[in-house]
T-cell receptor, first 114, second 110 residues
């Protein structure tokens, strides 16, 4: 079974631009979560989608948005990029969205904002 | 607020045993996870505890005490490849959202 894939792997943007990141979960997994990871901050939860519906959202500004398609693939969008948005963005999928489900992470997209 | 604490960095010797602690304060509890993350790579699942006690999986064991809001990850017979960050995460009062600690960087010396 193929793992979680994320595209692109690396991205360089300038302040004020917008960016779209893509995540394809493991086949059959219906839940997709997005995280931002920066040195010293750990993983910060952005949002989770389950069956095309956002069912939980972290404490990020409205510039961060996402969506999930009927095939469970997910995208996240960041508008009006700021220098502080430079980070590793990780996507994770899990099968049923139940409490004991482990999350399977993709390799991440490293975003650099200049 | 909700909070997870773990040491920032630990050093241990190859072949030895190391214990990484995690304390948490969350508004509810629906399980605690440990993940391993090598530099530049994605986190990978190590263990899940939802009931008090010890879960053993080969060289790795994880312990949970819900009354104390405390968990530890025990690594035995350390190998150089165990050099990584170890992340503690708690599923609180929501079935969906994980709250993550900042991670413990483990350095293994020969």
């Amino acid at each position: 079974k193929a793992g979680v894939t994320q595209t692109p792997r690396y991205l360089i943007k300038t302040r004020g631009q917008q960016v779209t990141l893509s995540c394809s979960p493991i086949s059959g997994h219906r839940s997709v979560s997005w995280y931002q990871q920066t040195p010293g901050q750990g993983l910060q939860f952005l949002f989770e989608y389950f069956s095309e519906t956002q069912r939980n959202k972290g404490n990020f500004p409205g510039r961060f948005s996402g969506r999930q398609f009927s095939n469970s693939r997910s995208e996240m969008n960041v508008s009006t990029l700021e220098l502080g948005d430079s980070a590793l963005y990780l996507c994770a999928s899990r099968p049923r969205g139940e409490r004991g489900d482990e999350q399977f992470f993709g390799p991440g997209t490293r975003l650099t904002v200049l | 607020g909700q909070n997870i604490d773990q040491p920032t960095e630990m050093t241990a010797t190859e072949g030895a045993i190391v214990q990484i602690n995690c304390t948490y304060q969350t508004s509810g509890f629906n399980g605690l996870f440990w993940y391993q993350q090598h530099a530049g790579e994605a986190p990978t699942f190590l263990s899940y505890n939802v009931l008090d006690g010890l879960e053993e999986k080969g060289r790795f064991s994880s312990f949970l005490s819900r009354s104390k809001g405390y968990s530890y990850l025990l690594l035995k017979e350390l190998q150089m490849k165990d050099s990584a960050s170890y992340l503690c995460a708690v599923r609180g009062d929501s079935n969906y959202q994980l709250i993550w600690g900042a991670g413990t960087k483990l350095i293994i010396k020969p």
